[in-house]
């Protein structure tokens, strides 16, 4: 695992758009798992000014969405599907559907964490071993989307990737920034590799990079 410390969101979604374009020079046709949430934006518009600026064509992306909520309609400003079209997909020369899960190992997933260590939507309890399926989300999940969601309640259920999809990818970026992910990050990259703190799982990984600004990376010591 390499771990890399930046000074800042804009450095990470440098870095990050860096590995991006590298893996889309390497082959004509490549699986790439996009996350959702905060965290990505920053690489996103990265991504998209690459595209419009210097001509990166993301022609040979096969774009696969890592989770959505269930009961959500696809055509749903508040679903994922509408947020990776909104920061990305619809800015760039894609060729391919996203869909959630793909047919075969991904050759890059790029994923952030969660309060609670989830990725994608891998809640506690996850095993190494799982795979794309339904799973219930915890109640400090569904605080997260509450806002979006309000006055109605926040989904109950996420369609995802499981840890297994993930350690099959050839290649893991992860991304973390900000104070309040330096614990959960200190956990999973230090800590016991267990279903507790499913983004744990990623230590089993030998392809793994992880991106953090100075504030995510404070609890890791000599790891950072």
Do not use: W
Not at 49 to 58: A, K, M, P, T, Y
């Amino acid at each position: 695992m390499k771990v890399v410390t930046l000074p800042d969101a804009a450095a990470i979604a440098t870095a990050a758009a860096d590995v991006v374009c590298a893996c889309l020079a390497s082959h004509p046709r490549v699986a790439i798992g996009l996350p959702t949430g905060r965290t990505p934006v920053a690489l996103y518009a990265e991504l998209v000014r690459r595209h419009r600026d210097e001509g990166v064509s993301f022609r040979g992306m096969i774009p696969v969405q890592l989770d959505e909520l269930v009961g959500v309609p696809l055509d749903d400003a508040r679903s994922f599907r509408a947020f990776l079209r909104r920061e990305l997909l619809d800015h760039v020369d894609v060729a391919e559907a996203c869909e959630v899960g793909f047919d075969g190992a991904l050759d890059l997933a790029i994923l952030g964490i969660g309060l609670n260590g989830h990725i994608a939507f891998n809640e506690p309890g996850s095993e190494a071993t799982s795979r794309i399926r339904v799973v219930a989300l915890e109640a400090s999940t569904r605080d997260e989307l509450r806002a979006a969601f309000a006055p109605a309640e926040a989904p109950r259920e996420a369609l995802t990737v499981g840890i297994a999809d993930l350690l099959d990818s050839r290649r893991v970026v992860l991304l973390a920034t900000g104070a309040h992910k330096a614990s959960i990050v200190a956990r999973a990259l230090g800590g016991a590799v267990e279903a507790s703190c499913p983004a744990s799982f990623l230590q089993l990984h030998l392809g793994v990079t992880v991106l953090l600004d100075a504030s995510a990376a404070s609890g890791l010591g000599s790891l950072a």
